[in-house]
């Protein structure tokens, strides 16, 4: 099942992705994600089980008493593409680790930047939140004044460097939140958990909640099941 995830490519807003690049443990070792953890937390050999249902009480057991560390013996390296107003937010999370693509180094395309499909209006009781949506007309209007922001900012950027300007200034002109990046970045599975029971949240902005969600049903649940069985029992649902 694991086998098949390493890879494994989900598209995500209209020019992003997530891609798992790599899983510890290693498929090839023949060691589930969950028996990794109980493992850990019995600090035994790996590949040692004491049989299913033992194996799955015990990591019930370690979630429902916060016993974290066994989960931290999983790790899942994915490579994402998500524009800045979504890295904005994933990088405060301390616990992962990034490595990003260089503006300073790599020049942007003309199309690298989100267009989203509906502009959301700003919630009436939530000065952080969204909530519906523009009308049509507004919609199309909003979309055409940010493909035109857009290419005027991509048009200054090349003048720029043709001006001989350095990538890393002239990336100034680019607008901002909506520039798409590709980052490669790693986490484990108790830091993961922690990521995704703020970032699925409905209190969390769409952006980056698409990505939480993709990885929790593409990657996080497939890996392991059994934890993320124990995740929505004992974490998602105790979430005030
Ligand atoms: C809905 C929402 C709205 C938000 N709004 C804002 C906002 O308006 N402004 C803003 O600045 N941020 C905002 N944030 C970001 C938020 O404050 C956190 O920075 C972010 O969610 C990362 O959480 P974390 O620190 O728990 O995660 P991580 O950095 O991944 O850390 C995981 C856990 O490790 C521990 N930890 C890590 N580093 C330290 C440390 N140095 N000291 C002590 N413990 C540590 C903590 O227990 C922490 O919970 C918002 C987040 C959400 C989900």
Redesign the pocket.
Known sequence: MTDSLIGKRVDILDKGFIELLDLMPHPATDVSGDLAIVNAARVSFMGESKGEEKDRKLLFYLLRNQHTSPFEMVEFKFRVRAPVVTWW?WV?????NFNAQSGRYTAFEETDYYVPDVWRKQSANNK??SEGEVDAETNTRLTADLIAHYEQGFKLYEAALAAGVSKEMARLYLPGFSVYYTWVTK?DAH?LM??LR??M?N???YE?RVYAQAIYDHFFKPALPWTAEAFEEYILKTKD
């Open positions: 937010q405060r999370h301390r616990t992962w952080q939140a986490v830091n922690h990521f703020l970032r949240a209190d969390a902005q980056i």
